[in-house]
């Protein structure tokens, strides 16, 4: 077992030295020719990493990668490294799609380049190959980033440099775990859009919403108006917000806007406590919070 701390810290080749290797995903039809130094070796010695994140393959994307192979072969050869459990083996580290649709072209070897790479590394780059995908859908790519994240301690602003993505891209998809799982299921199917959910996230009841939306085939601008309807929230949270006054609902909301978190504020009336509630749903944004609070002692005690 890889040590955790290793992997919370970051791996020592850094993050765009293992995205080097792997390369921008792509099909054997697009290659224009192999890459020098691969070895050819017999399919039948190549096995699949069980540790593989990835566990759907659509038989159609494959039976389509595999017509272009018989025509082509593989031109883009795969990443693999000495198989640690079976003497004489390779384990893919990237490239299973192309190993599977090989094998459905009856190839009988594969061009193949040789790493020497630990446990958590070839996790990791398994992971990256899976978020460089063209076809993932928002809550794939968005898990690809909490993985790399939460298994290897990157940060939001280190996988932007180096995946060539925005730091507020990669934020804004992780919000859309925090919704409910039949409404990632309605992302993961296509029937809602990153910004269809992403207008979801502060409400009180989104998997009711979210049904409305997909009946009623709401663009995302409507499911934004919706989402600030009264009706947008339950039965329970309209109470909790009838005991509320305007000042202390306009104080949430704004703080809420803010810090792209939810806010809640618990004030008994007649009384001067009362508490405030900020939820978090990564590290990063625990680090936020107490950087803002820092920042605030500090111009306190100038």
């Not at 290793?6 to 995903?25: C, E, F, K, N, T």
């Not at 939306?213 to 601008?221: E, F, M, Q």
């Not at 909301?253 to 405030?276: C, F, P, R």
Request: hydrophobic share 35%; proline share 4%.
């Amino acid at each position: 077992m890889a040590d955790k701390s290793q992997a919370r810290r970051g791996l020592g080749r850094g993050l765009s030295a293992l995205m080097a290797d792997v390369g921008p995903a792509h099909d054997a039809s697009e290659d224009t020719g192999r890459r020098r130094g691969d070895l050819f070796v017999p399919i039948e010695r190549i096995d699949a990493n069980p540790e593989q994140p990835r566990r759907l393959f659509r038989p159609d994307e494959l039976e389509e990668l595999a017509a272009s192979i018989r025509e082509k072969g593989v031109l883009q050869p795969l990443i693999v490294r000495n198989n640690p459990r079976k003497p004489d083996h390779y384990e893919i580290v990237a490239g299973e799609r192309r190993w599977r649709a090989a094998q459905m072209a009856q190839l009988h070897q594969l061009p193949v380049l040789i790493r020497d790479y630990t446990d958590t590394e070839v996790l990791e780059i398994a992971i990256i190959e899976n978020v460089q995908r063209a076809d993932l859908n928002p809550v794939e790519e968005a898990t690809g980033y909490r993985q790399l994240m939460d298994r290897f301690g990157h940060t939001q602003e280190k996988l932007a440099e180096a995946l060539s993505k925005s730091r507020s891209h990669i934020a804004n998809l992780m919000r859309l775990l925090q919704l409910p799982e039949d409404v990632l299921d309605m992302v993961r199917a296509g029937d809602l859009s990153a910004g269809h959910a992403r207008a979801l996230i502060t409400t009180d009841d989104p998997s009711s919403l979210a049904r409305q939306v997909v009946a009623k085939g709401l663009s995302v601008r409507e499911t934004e108006q919706l989402a600030k309807t009264p009706k947008a929230t339950t039965k329970k949270a309209s109470k909790q917000q009838r005991t509320k006054d305007a000042d202390t609902i306009a104080i949430e909301q704004d703080l809420s806007a803010n810090l792209k978190m939810k806010v809640q504020i618990n004030h008994t009336s007649g009384q001067e406590s009362g508490q405030l509630t900020i939820n978090y749903q990564t590290m990063d944004e625990l680090d936020e919070i107490c950087r803002i609070l820092s920042a605030a002692e500090r111009n306190v005690f100038r």
